[in-house]
């Protein structure tokens, strides 16, 4: 059974068996996500209804897991929380297998593709192929959307049984404006209900004689769609559907049936193909030493860390490729904790719609997870990643630092961010600017990334990892760069530190720059790799 729709809980698990501080910090969470990532305490104080002070000691929890950082009077989420997303996506593997499929289709059609799962009576995104325009698709992955104002949801709800229908009027009479999906527009007046329903109950109709459905203009004017089930070739049942998304200045609904439809369903035979023939994942290695950083952080930060809601957040971390399902033991073993600890936590997210249990006495993870921190963060380009890295950087060796990337044809390097220094003499280059690749520290760093032979100068960069420029582009200016990584190892971008002679020499550059940058660089790659696992990060 899926997730938990927004308005729901679960009664089958008993109060005195969930852990407190784990369903306050859950909640914590799902407030900063609905806020788009970011909320000051006195307003995740407001939001959740918790004493200022345990809003406090859950904030200080989370910042010291990088679920969150404190930004000034902020509480911003932090692109390590996408791990317990990231756990789901990897157990469910459909992103994964059928991803390349949904690009592919994206590029030929030159239109928006998404894979959705059902949530209950929502549906949510697990993978999306976006084009660039200035009126394009919003959505991200693990918002969740209202079944009956999607053509995905017409097509899940052929599979309903009486007591999905039962759920989804109950959650209908009481969200008749769809409050409780913040990704789509709330409706305009109650008084449409009754008529919408109807028109719901009839497209399911359409949808499970058709075998495809439509979404015409259902979530707001001028979005239309056309979707196609996937199904699991060992159950035959939908594992997801794939959709693609315009609007109606590029297609009428009618258009989508006609022109689109064809080879979507071609793509679709080409997915399930994928499913059937694949061979079972290979387990990846579980996580190690959870519960014994839990119990250092407490030692260290004593009542301010709260230990049962970091060590619950460890449970679906637990899982991911090849560790789909998993026993309670399985669970104890990945994450250290006693039996009794992750049966709880294991209980508590059942009860906040996290974890379903099976039939065979093991336990999975649902789609609800990508509620905890992900949509917000799904879209993040890389120097909005950088950024909090940077202004550490620069606080920590009073001196300018910057991020940038190359430009398509490889001369010149573009600024995408950076942080400056209070001096009276420093380096100001604003995000955008543009100079010579080779004559700077951080174009020579991303041009030495390549297998081909390089002349001396970059070689001897590729070599030694680092590029350090002495008063080439300008008098006085020294720069020392270091390239940052994507997960298949390239250098995607640079990151540099500049001074003025007067101030460094070549050598303190070398040991006592250089450390602090491969450390910060190393920082800005970890949110990197985390953040790009399952959706596409933007360099610039």
Known sequence: MPAKSAVETDARVEAGETV?????GVGVLRRLTEAGGTLSPSALERATGLARSTVDRITATLARMDYVRLDGRDVVLAPRVMELGNAYLAALRLPE???AHADALADELD???SLAVADLDGIRFIHQATRRRAMSVSFRIGDLLPAERTAPGALFATEWTQPDWTRWHTRRAKDPTDEAFPAVPPRQSPAERQADDS?????VEQARRDGWAVDDQLIEPGLVAVSVPVRDPRTGRLACVASVVSHTSRHSATELRGSLLPRLRTAVTAMETELRTVPPPRPGPPPSG???WTTASKHQLGRDFVESLARGLTVPTAFGEGRSA?????VARAT??????ARRALLTHEHLGLVQALPDRTFALTPRVLDLGFPPLSRTPLPRLAEPHLRALATRLHEPTALAVLTPDGTEIQYTAGAGASRVLT??????????AAETSLGRVLLADTDSPLPPTLAEVRAQGYALVDEELESGLRSIAVPVRNRAGRAVAALNVATHAARRTLEDCVHEVLPALRETAAHIESDLHTASRFTPIPTS
């Open 20 to 24: 407190g501080p784990l369903l306050r």
């Open 97 to 99: 297998l059928l991803g």
């Open 111 to 113: 239109e928006s593709v």
């Open 199 to 203: 028109a719901f109950v009839q497209r």
């Open 290 to 292: 959870l519960a014994t």
């Open 326 to 330: 998993l026993s309670l033991s399985d």
């Open 336 to 341: 250290g904790l006693a039996r009794a600890t």
């Open 427 to 436: 380096v100001h280059i604003t995000v955008g600017a543009r100079l010579p």
